[in-house]
Structures are given as structure tokens and as C-alpha cells.
């Protein structure tokens, strides 16, 4: 077999969180060029962008200040998401601002007159955040909320004499309201009956609505209108896919949102003047982080789609014709590698339909070795997006298959409940009816089937195997856990309050945990393992790891364990991103690889 490294995919480039600076005609936004996500930017008429930040650590978010030049941004240390935030000026000079490294800070943006920002934290208690505006000029923090509870500031009024903030209940439930900064007075305006989201608000020009996008009393999010002083809300435009990522134009009249049909973008603005819904073409992909120029003529926005990895577009609205701005992620060596999947569905056992993307490698014949890859959450959804390690996997002749199976989201609030408390093992046995379905539908090899995830789809890793053992060949686990007791016991403490609502808790349910962790069917494991984690990771103790690989040492049963010290939750170094693909390619090729040798493009 000719050698092929992985590296070429890893290469390949980033971009993300573009925004407009508020003075003159500059784009600003984050790419991993050299290593670590840093600040670059491109000025109207240059080709080529500018790398303005210089910073030991990757960068999480960029906001720009109100009317100045100057960008705040987020870092934390080897990815222990406890994000600090900092000003970065103009000239270079970085500020911090929050300075407290054991608590998380997330930014709620800036006053209208660029004097004030707002961010909330779990300074006071771990468990809950509290809301505190900072002055830019004295550095002075003011704590201008504080209640039990996980409070967030979504964004300034108009008049910049209130905040408009969320309290998050669930992670599919939250409410939000308006904060008089002078009397300290909260106003709640989506008082709600049963689960309900109201996420990427925003002010009308008189401060006395906000357009957003809910999915009150329905199964998917549309976008809507509430008025503040009475609280009404209305409907504005609806589907029967999921609306995300709405932004709003400085003059008030254009929304810009992306409906997500079943895992792709179809990217929509709506002139409010006109009451006209606009749409344009794109490759497959997944459209994000969008954002209005501030003389109203453009929409920049991210494309990340299978065969084409994240770069910043840009939408003419005169024209309604998208031009690329970027090319980080251009690699000539594969761009005619890459492959885009089919949306297929199964019927699992009880016969819900459940959607998934299979990718076919090129240039094969015969029966496939299959890689089924498990997106983390729960509550998320496998997208159509270009995953550097998959795209590797299917250029050496792995079939690769992303099931979305029950308890993902983006298919209404029914499917998304469907894995709940007690329900946890149905989404395993979902794997399990896609096997088969893939086994007769796809031509797959039934000797050589892997299965891969992270964090959550760690966890449905080691459910699959340990309860299912006999349809798999080998599996990767990537910052999973081995035990809801363990997990929840080592958490954050405000993650645990949130992951109760899904998983259920020691007190009502362990028995029922100790019934399904995987880490008490260890004994019934019979595929090679790999695991892969990270030391400084928050969300998943390294512990969950450990004691499940421990155990699996203790019966001599095949076990591969690689720990990563300056790494967390993920893998955002490249010499570990590295390190941790080429070993997983080794492990799989040595118990299921396929002899297939490399083509290059022509």
C-alpha cells in the first residue's frame, strides 16, 4: 500500500466569526493559519488578508466595540474552556479585562456607545452565572444581576439603558427578558406553557420589539416578533425545517437567517419593507455566522460544506449573487479528492424513520469496510460539513456513515425527546438497525464495521459495543463517558444541573444508570478499543476514560489509550490533532483496513 499521510487534510485551513469593523471597510474574523485560531483581516479591495493578532493561545470569538476599532476577544488556556476576555486594540495592545482563570466569562456585547460591555459568569457560586457590565475605559465590573440560575446577556437596548438577557432552564428551554440597568428591575416577556427556545434576538430601531426565532408551541423554529411592553407574540415566517443563525442589518429593514433542511443550509433574507423572502444557491454545505455589512449592500457569512471546508462568502444584496472572499481552506491536492454524501433513511425498531449520511469512497469495488461516526451532545445534529478525519477515512477506501439517530436535533422537539432518561439505550439499538439496513443496502462488509465518536458519541461508542458486541470490529472513542454515575458526580457543576433534565439524576435514576453504563458491561467488550482524551477537559473528566480502559487492562482485552496533557474537551492543536488521527488510522487499518492504494487528482 502506498503511504498517505493525513496531514493534508489537517492542513487544510479555517475561518469562522467574520465581522465588520464599524469604521471604514475591513472584515475581521478568526483562521487557524498558523496553528491557532488567530485575528485576521481583509481590507475592501486587498486579496489578500492580514494576520492581526499574535497571541500563545487560540482565540474563541471576536466582537467588535461599538464605533471603535478595537475587537474584544475570548481565549482560555489548553482548552479548559474557562474563556477570559480581553481588548484588543487597534495597535495590537492586548487588554484583559476579566481576569479570574478558574471561572468562565461569556460575552454579552457592547453599549451603544462603545463605553460598557456586558458578560455574565459563575464567579459567585460554579453552579450558576450572574450577569456584571465592565467600563472599557476604567475597567471597573459591576454585578447588575445575581439569582440562582444560569443567566446570560444576549445584548444591549438601543437606548443602552437595559439589557435584554436569557435564563437558559434546559438546554431546549429558556427565557428571555429586559433588565433595567438603573433600577435592576427584569422584565420577563416570553412567559411560555410547556419546552420553549427564543434564541438570536434582536431590536427593532425604537427598542420596543425584537425579531427572533422560537419554536413556541410548535415542533420547529420560525421567526417571530415580540412586542415588550405587552409581551405579544407573533409568527412571522414558519417551516417545516428548523430557521437558524437570524442577523438583523444596522438600518433595521433586512433579516438575514439559514433554514437547516435536514443537516444542509438553504441560506433566506427577508426585506421587511417589502415583507420579500430572497434566497440564493450555494454548494452543500452548512451556512453560519452571519452578518450584515454596515452600509446594509452585503451579508458575509461561513460555508462549510463536505467538499468545501470553511471559508468566508459574501452576499450581494443588490444582486443576489455570492462571491468567495476567502481561500484558507483551498487545498489543490484535494479539493478533487473530497466527497459530498447521500441523505439516506432507515426504519429503526419500532419503525421511526432515521436520517443519516452515508459517504461511498471513490475508485472501489467489492464489499466496504465501514466507519459509523456518532455525533457528541445529545441535543446536536450531524451536518453536512467537511470533517478533515472522514474525508481521510474515505480516501482510503472506508465507507463512512453519520446517522442524526433519535434524540438529535434539527427534526422537530418529539424526535429530539425520544432518547430521554429512561429511554437512553434506544439510539444504541437505532445503530444497530442501521448496520443491517447498510449490510443489505450499501454493499458493506459485515466482518469489518467500526464505530467513532467524541464526548457524547464516546459515550454511544461504548454503549454500542458493550450492549451490542457482536456488530462491531473495532471502535474509537474520543472524550467519552463510561458511567452517567461517574459523569455526573465529576462534571462542572453547572453542567450537571442541565444534563439532569436529559440524562436524569443519581438520586431518582441510578439504578438505571448502573443498569447501562457501559463501564458495568465492560466485560462483554470483544472489539479491539481506542481511546483518546484530553487532561484539562471540563466537561468529561479524563477519569471516564481511565477507568473503563483500566478495566478493559485487567482482562487483557485489546486496548489502545492515548492522554493528551495540554489538551481539553477537543483537540485544537495541530501537532495532537496529528498525533491522535494518524494513530487511529494505524488501529483501524491494522483490524479492518482495506488495501486500497491512493489516487491522486488529475
Same mark, same amino acid.
Given at each position: 500500500m502506498d503511504a498517505i499521510s493525513i496531514e493534508p487534510y489537517l492542513h487544510v485551513h479555517t475561518v469562522k466569526n467574520p465581522v465588520y469593523a464599524p469604521i471604514g471597510h475591513r472584515l475581521s474574523f478568526i483562521a487557524d493559519y498558523t496553528g491557532l485560531p488567530q485575528v485576521w483581516e481583509l481590507n475592501e479591495g486587498e486579496g489578500r488578508p492580514a494576520q492581526t493578532s499574535f497571541i500563545k493561545e487560540g482565540i474563541t470569538?471576536?466582537?467588535y466595540v461599538n464605533g471603535t476599532p478595537n475587537l474584544i476577544i475570548g481565549m482560555d488556556v489548553a482548552g479548559n474552556e474557562k474563556q477570559q476576555l480581553y481588548l484588543l486594540k487597534k495597535d495590537g495592545e492586548l487588554i484583559a479585562l476579566t481576569n479570574s482563570p478558574e471561572h468562565i466569562h461569556r460575552y454579552g456585547g457592547s453599549s451603544p456607545d462603545g463605553k460598557w460591555i456586558a458578560w455574565s459568569s459563575n464567579r459567585r457560586n460554579p453552579a450558576f $452565572?450572574?450577569?456584571?457590565?465592565? *467600563? @472599557?475605559?476604567?475597567? %471597573?465590573? &459591576?454585578l447588575v444581576y445575581s439569582q440562582d440560575g444560569i443567566f446570560s446577556a444576549v445584548k444591549w437596548s438601543p437606548g443602552g439603558k437595559s439589557l435584554l438577557v436569557q435564563r437558559t432552564n434546559s438546554p431546549l428551554d429558556n427565557d428571555l427578558g429586559v433588565l433595567y440597568l438603573s433600577t435592576g428591575d427584569l422584565n420577563w416577556v416570553t412567559e411560555h406553557t410547556g419546552e420553549a427556545s427564543f434564541k438570536d434576538a434582536h431590536f427593532n430601531k425604537d427598542g420596543d420589539h425584537i425579531y427572533l426565532l422560537s419554536n413556541k408551541d410548535r415542533e420547529f423554529f420560525g421567526l417571530a416578533l415580540i412586542h415588550l411592553s405587552t409581551r405579544n407574540f407573533t409568527r412571522l415566517e414558519l417551516g417545516e425545517w428548523d430557521f437558524e443563525g437570524l442577523a438583523m442589518n444596522k438600518d433595521k429593514n433586512k433579516l438575514a437567517f439559514t433554514i437547516n433542511e435536514g443537516g444542509i443550509s438553504r441560506g433566506g433574507f427577508l426585506d421587511l419593507n417589502r415583507s420579500y423572502l430572497y434566497t440564493w444557491e450555494t454548494p452543500m454545505g452548512v451556512i453560519s455566522d452571519l452578518k450584515f455589512s454596515p452600509d446594509n449592500q452585503k451579508l458575509a457569512y461561513v460555508l462549510n460544506g463536505p467538499a468545501h471546508p470553511p471559508d468566508i462568502w459574501e452576499l450581494d444584496l443588490k444582486t443576489i449573487q455570492a462571491e468567495r472572499l476567502t481561500y484558507f481552506s483551498r487545498s489543490p491536492v484535494l479539493e478533487h479528492t473530497?466527497?459530498? /454524501?447521500?441523505?439516506?433513511?432507515? &426504519?429503526?425498531?419500532? #419503525?421511526?424513520?432515521? /436520517?443519516? $449520511?452515508?459517504?461511498?469512497?471513490?475508485?472501489? =469495488?467489492?464489499k466496504l469496510p465501514v466507519i459509523v461516526y456518532i455525533h457528541g451532545g445529545p441535543e446536536s445534529q450531524i451536518r453536512a460539513v467537511y470533517h478533515p478525519v472522514l474525508q481521510y477515512f474515505l480516501n482510503l477506501g472506508y465507507a463512512v456513515c453519520t446517522p442524526n439517530v433519535r434524540g438529535s436535533t434539527g427534526y422537530g422537539k418529539t424526535y429530539t425527546h425520544l432518547d430521554d432518561v429512561r429511554k437512553r439505550l434506544d439510539p444504541v439499538k437505532d445503530l444497530v438497525y442501521l448496520v443491517e439496513w447498510l449490510k443489505e443496502n450499501r454493499n458493506i462488509d459485515p466482518e469489518k464495521i467500526a464505530i467513532m465518536g467524541g464526548s457524547y458519541g464516546g459515550f454511544m461508542v461504548l454503549a454500542a459495543i458493550s450492549h451490542y458486541p457482536n456488530y462491531w470490529s473495532a471502535a474509537i472513542d474520543i472524550a467519552g463517558f463510561s458511567s452517567f454515575r461517574t459523569f455526573l458526580k465529576t462534571t462542572s457543576p453547572w453542567r450537571r444541573k442541565h444534563r439532569e433534565i436529559e440524562y436524569g439524576t443519581i438520586e431518582?435514576?441510578?439504578?438505571?444508570? %448502573? &443498569?447501562?453504563?457501559?463501564? #458495568? !458491561?465492560? #466485560?462483554?467488550?470483544?472489539?479491539? @478499543?481506542?481511546? @483518546?482524551?484530553?487532561? *484539562? %477537559? =471540563?466537561?468529561?473528566?479524563?477519569?471516564?476514560?481511565?477507568?473503563?480502559? #483500566?478495566? @478493559?487492562?485487567?482482562?487483557? !482485552?485489546?486496548i489502545t489509550y492515548i492522554r493528551f496533557e495540554d489538551e481539553g474537551h477537543s483537540f485544537v492543536k495541530l501537532k495532537n490533532k496529528i498525533s491522535a488521527y494518524t494513530a487511529v488510522s494505524d488501529f483501524l487499518e491494522q483490524i479492518i483496513g482495506k488495501q486500497y492504494k491512493y489516487i491522486s487528482p488529475t
Open positions: 470569538f471576536i466582537k $452565572f450572574d450577569i456584571y457590565i465592565q *467600563n @472599557l475605559e476604567t475597567l %471597573d465590573v &459591576r473530497l466527497i459530498e /454524501p447521500d441523505l439516506i433513511s432507515f &426504519r429503526s425498531f419500532d #419503525n421511526l424513520q432515521v /436520517p443519516a $449520511f452515508y459517504y461511498k469512497p471513490k475508485h472501489t =469495488s467489492g431518582r435514576d441510578g439504578e438505571f444508570f %448502573d &443498569r447501562v453504563d457501559p463501564l #458495568n !458491561h465492560a #466485560n462483554r467488550i470483544t472489539s479491539p @478499543l481506542m481511546v @483518546l482524551h484530553g487532561a *484539562n %477537559d =471540563s466537561r468529561v473528566s479524563i477519569e471516564e476514560s481511565e477507568q473503563i480502559v #483500566n478495566k @478493559l487492562k485487567e482482562r487483557d !482485552h485489546p
